[in-house]
């Protein structure tokens, strides 16, 4: 059985931790987080969170883009669990995109990443998968790697003119896209 795990925020030392490799992915604490953290994120309409965003500091992380009301444009994609991931390379192209967290609600901001990453991890067969992510996936990643290394997106703005409410964002960027 699933059950929901709260989403600890901002301020929570946890959040500012590295976390620790996972040693045995088919461990049933392990298995079991996997489980909980994909129903945790769908509970909370978001696209990704990573295992520190609930207070257990271990290098996973879920992506589970779908279109929802916080994202309405995002592209549809099975959740997918990422243990130990690593970027392996990565195109010079940078581009700035929106962001929030599930940890630091009420506010978006706009954050330069990669557009286009190569990467490993070890989904939750323990078996290794190289992928190549471009834009909106590739920005999840980059923003849930980040959670692995006590890193949040707010420490990637250019600009703290690149903050908006979570109502302004809805209101007016949403509504002129
Ligand atoms: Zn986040």
């Known amino acids: 059985m699933s059950q929901l795990l709260s989403v600890i925020q901002l301020g929570n ?34 696209v990704g969170i990573a295992s520190p965003q609930v ?3 271990y290098r996973i992380f879920i992506v589970a883009s779908r279109p929802n009301p916080r994202y309405p444009n995002a592209p549809e994609m099975e959740p997918t669990a990422m243990i130990n991931p690593r970027i392996i390379a990565h195109k010079s192209e940078i581009v ?9 609600p009420g506010i978006r901001g706009l954050v330069p990443r990669y557009q286009t990453i190569k990467v490993e991890y070890f989904d939750r067969n323990g078996q290794l998968q190289t992928r190549q ?8 990643f980059q923003h849930e790697i980040d959670h692995l290394n006590g890193v949040v997106f707010v420490d990637r703005l250019e600009s703290t003119l690149d903050i908006v409410t979570e109502q302004e964002y809805q209101n007016r960027i949403l509504s002129n896209n």
């Open 13 to 46: 030392p946890i959040l500012r931790q590295k976390a620790k490799e996972v040693e045995n992915i088919q461990d049933e604490k392990i298995q079991q987080l996997v489980d909980d953290l994909i129903l945790t994120v769908a509970d909370a309409n978001g």
């Open 55 to 57: 207070g257990e500091s």
């Open 133 to 140: 992510f471009t834009d909106f996936i590739s920005r999840i």
């Open 96 to 104: 700035k995109g929106w962001e929030g967290c599930l940890s630091i």
